[in-house]
C-alpha cells in the first residue's frame, strides 16, 4: 500500500507538533520533544506517516544533539518522502524559516524543492481581520511572507489549529497527492555520505556557526 509520507520542519512554538497531531487525528506528537518522532494513522483508507522534526538550527543544541537528531531525520525518511512541509505561523514575524530551508536543501539535495510547501498555521487569527490567506499575503509589509511561497513554487496550505475540521486534513492530503503525481511519485534522497572530507555549508544563527553537511 502506498504511504504519504510527510515531514514536518519549522522553528520551536510554530504550532508544528499541534499540526502533526490535527494531521494525525490524536495527540501523538508534544511540544519540545527531544528528538524525530513518527506517527501514523489512515484517513480514507490512505495510510499516512507524519515525521516531527526539532528545530535544527534551535541555539541551544549542540554538536553532538544536532548530530543523532539528523541521524534519526535521515533513517526516518529513508523511505522516501511525500512532502515537506515547513510549518509558518500567521500573523507572526519571520524568524529562521528561511534558513531552515536552505537546511532542508542542503541536507536532502536540490531535489527535495520540489516537495517543500509551506503550511500556515494559526489561520483562526485571521477571522477577527475578515481576510482570507491570500488577502492578508498581499500588502507590501507581509512580502518577507510571499518571498518564501514563492521560493517554495507557490505551494501552501493553511490550518485553523483550534478547529479540528477533517476537511483541511483532507484537503492537504489531496495537494500532497497532486504534487506527487507531478513530480512521478515521493522524493528519495541519495545517501548522505559521513565522513572527514564531506562538504560543509556554515550558517550563521544566534551567533554561532553551525556546519550543515551537504548531501551529494
Given at each position: 500500500?502506498?504511504?504519504?509520507?510527510?515531514?514536518?520542519?519549522g522553528?520551536?512554538s510554530?504550532?508544528?507538533s499541534?499540526?502533526?497531531?490535527?494531521?494525525?487525528?490524536?495527540?501523538?506528537?508534544k511540544?519540545?520533544?527531544?528528538?524525530?518522532?513518527?506517527?501514523?494513522?489512515?484517513?480514507?483508507?490512505?495510510?499516512v506517516?507524519?515525521i516531527?522534526?526539532?528545530?535544527?538550527?534551535?541555539?541551544?543544541?549542540?554538536?553532538e544533539?544536532?548530530e543523532m537528531?539528523?541521524?534519526?531525520?535521515?533513517?526516518g525518511c529513508?523511505a522516501?518522502?511525500?512532502?515537506?512541509?515547513?510549518?509558518?505561523?500567521l500573523?507572526?514575524?519571520?524568524?529562521?524559516?528561511?534558513?531552515?530551508?536552505?537546511?532542508?536543501?542542503?541536507?536532502?539535495g536540490?531535489?527535495?524543492?520540489?516537495y517543500?510547501?509551506?503550511?500556515?498555521?494559526?489561520?483562526?487569527?485571521?477571522?477577527?481581520l475578515?481576510?482570507?490567506?491570500?488577502?492578508?499575503?498581499?500588502?507590501?509589509?507581509?512580502?518577507?511572507?510571499?518571498?518564501?511561497?514563492?521560493?517554495?513554487?507557490?505551494?501552501?496550505?493553511c490550518?485553523?489549529?483550534?478547529?479540528?475540521?477533517?476537511?483541511?486534513?483532507?484537503?492537504?492530503?489531496?495537494k500532497?497527492e497532486?504534487?506527487m503525481?507531478e513530480?512521478?511519485?515521493?522524493?528519495?534522497m541519495?545517501?548522505?555520505?559521513?565522513?572527514?572530507?564531506?562538504?560543509?555549508?556554515?550558517?550563521?544563527?544566534?551567533?554561532?556557526?553551525?556546519?550543515?553537511?551537504?548531501?551529494?
Amino acid at each position: 500500500m502506498l504511504v504519504i509520507r510527510i515531514l514536518l520542519m519549522g522553528r520551536n512554538s510554530c504550532g508544528k507538533s499541534s499540526s502533526g497531531n490535527l494531521i494525525l487525528g490524536e495527540k501523538r506528537f508534544k511540544r519540545h520533544e527531544s528528538g524525530v518522532c513518527e506517527g501514523q494513522t489512515q484517513i480514507r483508507g490512505q495510510q499516512v506517516a507524519v515525521i516531527d522534526c526539532p528545530d535544527l538550527l534551535d541555539p541551544d543544541l549542540n554538536e553532538e544533539q544536532l548530530e543523532m537528531m539528523e541521524e534519526q531525520l535521515v533513517s526516518g525518511c529513508s523511505a522516501g518522502l511525500s512532502s515537506v512541509l515547513l510549518i509558518v505561523p500567521l500573523e507572526k514575524p519571520l524568524q529562521n524559516e528561511q534558513k531552515i530551508l536552505d537546511y532542508i536543501k542542503c541536507l536532502f539535495g536540490a531535489e527535495v524543492q520540489k516537495y517543500i510547501m509551506i503550511l500556515f498555521t494559526h489561520e483562526d487569527d485571521l477571522e477577527d481581520l475578515d481576510q482570507t490567506t491570500d488577502e492578508y499575503l498581499k500588502p507590501k509589509d507581509h512580502e518577507d511572507l510571499q518571498r518564501l511561497v514563492t521560493e517554495c513554487g507557490g505551494k501552501s496550505h493553511c490550518f485553523s489549529n483550534m478547529k479540528k475540521v477533517k476537511a483541511q486534513v483532507e484537503d492537504l492530503l489531496q495537494k500532497i497527492e497532486g504534487m506527487m503525481t507531478e513530480n512521478g511519485g515521493k522524493f528519495f534522497m541519495k545517501q548522505m555520505q559521513r565522513s572527514n572530507s564531506m562538504d560543509v555549508l556554515n550558517v550563521s544563527f544566534s551567533g554561532k556557526s553551525l556546519p550543515y553537511p551537504v548531501s551529494r
